[in-house]
C-alpha cells in the first residue's frame, strides 16, 4: 500500500495558513508514512514554510489554487462559482485520486 495522501484547504478557517502550516508540519513528525498537499496561494504558502525546517519536503507539496472562499460564503455556491478555489482544488485532487483524503 502507497502512503497516505490528504490534501488540505490551506487557506480555510479563522487563522488560515499561519495555522495549518505549522499544524501540517507538525503532524508530519506524528506519522512519518504520511504525505500532505497544501492547497492554496503557493506564494504565501511558501514564504510560510521557509520559516520553518526540520521537516522532510518530498512529504509536503504544495498545490496551487488562484481563488479563496470567504468565511461569508456558502461552499455550495463557492464550489460552482470559483473553480480554482482552493476548496475545490483539494477536492478534485481526491476524485482524480492524487490525494486519499
Known sequence: MSAPVIAI???????????IVPASIACLAQDPSLHLVLVGQASLLESLLAQHSGFDPARLH???????VGMDERPTQALR???DSSMRVALDLVRQGHAQA
Open 81 to 83: 462559482g470559483k473553480p
Open 62 to 68: 504544495i498545490q496551487h489554487a488562484s481563488e479563496v
Open 9 to 19: 484547504d490551506a487557506m480555510s478557517g479563522d487563522f488560515g495558513p499561519h495555522c
